[in-house]
């Protein structure tokens, strides 16, 4: 059984930093893709990015040159390195993990930038 654990979240200033991290646990295999997304009230979830196992990236027009993803593939982890926060990246944000066979989420870390 896979489990995605989300860590990192919390309040910060506009213009701020945060780091984002997440685990899958629970597989012997390295996942293909690791991503985050994020939902905010009334919103529909979305892409922030991606990186494949052999580090590919997708990210989304208001993450580029702020938001740096990674991962360590012998952990199954993913980071997000998030700089010059603003109030409209807060939302719940979401980790996901896809595996050759199915795609796991975390339960989301909520993320609120506000002075």
């Known amino acids: 059984q896979v489990h995605v654990a989300e860590s990192g979240g919390g309040l910060v200033q506009p213009g701020g930093s945060l780091r984002l991290s997440c685990a899958a646990s629970?597989?012997?295999?390295?996942?293909?893709?690791m991503g985050w997304y994020r939902q905010a009230p009334e919103k529909e979830r979305e892409l922030v990015a991606s990186?494949?196992?052999?580090?590919?990236?997708s990210a989304s027009n208001s993450a580029k040159g702020r938001f740096t993803i990674s991962r360590d593939n012998a952990k199954n982890t993913v980071y997000l390195q998030m700089n010059s926060l603003r109030p409209e990246d807060t939302a719940v944000y979401y980790c996901?993990?896809?595996?050759?066979?199915?795609?796991?989420w975390g339960q989301g870390t909520q993320v609120t930038v506000s002075s």
């Open positions: 996901n993990a896809a595996s050759a066979l199915r795609t796991y």
């Open positions: 629970g597989s012997i295999f390295v996942m293909n893709a």
């Open positions: 990186i494949t196992s052999g580090g590919r990236i």
